[in-house]
């Protein structure tokens, strides 16, 4: 999982909000949020990676390649920054059990409503 540290919303496009994630190393990643959900008194987001650049052994990844690429999903606790803008970033281990939890029970939940 990459590591989140100062990411905050490039944009509302047509895949919805895209979020910019960092590494250590200073790469760039995009994801969407995919989901938002609280757990406790706080927010969390499901990030699902959208770049298409990555390349498997044989060939660069496009919508037309067919093959089994690993979709990156991340798990991140909303946060405001003393600016008031929002920033995404990574749980510490409790929060993260607590937002699996509630995802889980979100999950259950939906799935009896069909």
Known sequence: MEELKNNSVVEEDTEGTV???TDEEG???NYVEE????AGSDKYAILVSIDGDEECEC???DEECGCEEEVDVILAKIVKD???EVEY???TDEEFEIAQQAYEELMDKLEAEE
């Open 35 to 38: 989901m938002v959900f609280d």
């Open 19 to 21: 979020v910019v994630i």
């Open 59 to 61: 060939h660069e990844h």
């Open 89 to 91: 970033i990574e749980p």
């Open 27 to 29: 790469n760039e990643y």
């Open 82 to 84: 003393e600016n008031g």
